[in-house]
């Protein structure tokens, strides 16, 4: 099994731009979020889907949007890049409920100049 | 806000000692989580310690929680070089939805051989 996969793992964008993150995870897990660390910060939420077709915000999540059209895939999109959104950004997902723990990816190290 | 504060931020020790870490946080919650993050990777899940218990092993780990302070600690026996990585802890609080967990920003552990 492959568990959480991210592409791409790094990224350059000027200041404007748009992308799009893609997350794949294998395990079948109903639950999917998408995080961001910053030094100094720890990991802040940035949003979240309890299963397919759905998505709700977390703790930051100005300036992304996000979908999960399938029960394998988060995407995490920028819309208008900022120089504030450099980050390495982390998606993880879950088991449904509570007192499971998380599958991270490898992270993907965006850079916006 | 961060739910979880951890201490100390950076603890360096000697290969054979144990390692300690702490986290306190500021809700009730369901279960509190300890991660590894090696550096440049994704966080790696050690172990889940749910609301009602006290203590939990597993392997060369070792967790307590106690509701009453609202903190956890870590403990690493016998450490290795290769426990050289950033830990930290996560709490889904009580009345988290979709199974949210809330990071601390972490303590950096270097084990020198």
């Known amino acids: 099994n492959a568990g959480v996969t991210q592409t791409p793992k790094f990224r350059v964008l000027k200041t404007g731009q748009s992308m799009t993150l893609l997350c794949a995870q294998d395990m079948n897990h109903e639950y999917m979020y998408w995080y961001r660390q910053d030094p100094g910060m720890g990991l802040r939420l940035i949003h979240y889907s309890v299963g397919e077709g759905t998505t709700a915000k977390g703790e930051v999540p100005d300036g992304y949007n996000v979908s999960r059209l399938k029960k394998q895939n988060f995407l995490l999109g920028l819309e208008s890049a900022a120089p504030s959104q450099t980050s390495v950004y982390f998606c993880a997902s879950s088991r449904r409920g509570t007192n499971y723990g998380y599958t991270f990816g490898s992270g993907t190290r965006l850079t916006v100049v | 806000s961060q739910q979880g504060e951890e201490d100390p931020q950076a603890l360096s020790i000697q290969e054979g000692e144990n390692a300690t870490m702490n986290c306190s946080y500021k809700?009730?919650?369901?279960?509190l989580q300890w991660y590894r993050q090696n550096s440049g990777r994704g966080l790696v899940h050690l172990i889940l310690i749910r609301s009602n218990e006290r203590e939990k092993h597993s392997g060369r780990l070792r967790v307590t929680l106690d509701t009453s302070k609202k903190s956890s600690s870590l403990l690493i026996t016998a450490s290795r070089a290769a426990d050289t990585a950033s830990y930290f802890c996560a709490t889904a609080t009580i009345y988290n939805q979709g199974g949210k967990l809330i990071f601390g920003q972490g303590t950096e552990l270097s084990v020198k051989p």
């Open positions: 809700t009730s919650i369901n279960n």
